[in-house]
């Protein structure tokens, strides 16, 4: 006979689950506060259109701390712009390096952005969480 066959959680899932609470609420704090938390990764709440579709609007992604010299043509990396007092972190492909300047354009922008320095290098920007 065909027994009807329940669904079990099993204590595998539960433990995934339970690893992943202090996880998740570590990056919900990473957000909201905007500093860095585990090994200095942090998580990035994305609110622009600027780089879909490779990375939606109010997805989370996170960047790990990089050194410019590490970065190449083609990395998604988190950089502070510097308009003055204004100093946002802005997150776009890297299209081009001359020696000691990036370019940076989102994949859904049009223009490219201001040529930026190593010092304002801070991310590469790692997978999308949500």
Same mark, same amino acid.
């Given at each position: ?12 899932? %539960?433990?995934? !689950? @339970? ?11 990473? &957000? /909201? ?14 609110m622009t259109d600027s780089m879909i579709p490779t990375i939606p609007v109010h997805s989370v992604v996170y960047g790990i701390p990089v050194d410019a010299k590490e970065v190449e %043509?083609?990395? !998604? @990396? ?11 972190? &802005? /997150? ?39």
């Amino acid at each position: 006979g065909g027994g009807m066959k329940k669904k079990k959680l099993h204590a595998s899932n %539960i433990v995934l !689950i @339970v690893c992943l609470l202090p996880l998740l609420s570590m990056l919900i704090t990473g &957000i /909201i506060s905007g500093k860095p938390t585990i090994f200095g990764i942090r998580p990035f709440f994305i609110m622009t259109d600027s780089m879909i579709p490779t990375i939606p609007v109010h997805s989370v992604v996170y960047g790990i701390p990089v050194d410019a010299k590490e970065v190449e %043509i083609g990395d !998604i @990396v988190a950089y502070t712009a510097d308009y003055g007092w204004f100093k946002p972190t &802005i /997150i776009h492909r890297v299209v081009d390096i001359q020696d000691d300047f990036y370019v940076f354009k989102g994949d859904h922008n049009e223009k490219e952005d201001m040529p930026v320095s190593a010092e304002q290098i801070k991310y590469r920007i790692k997978k999308v969480i949500l």
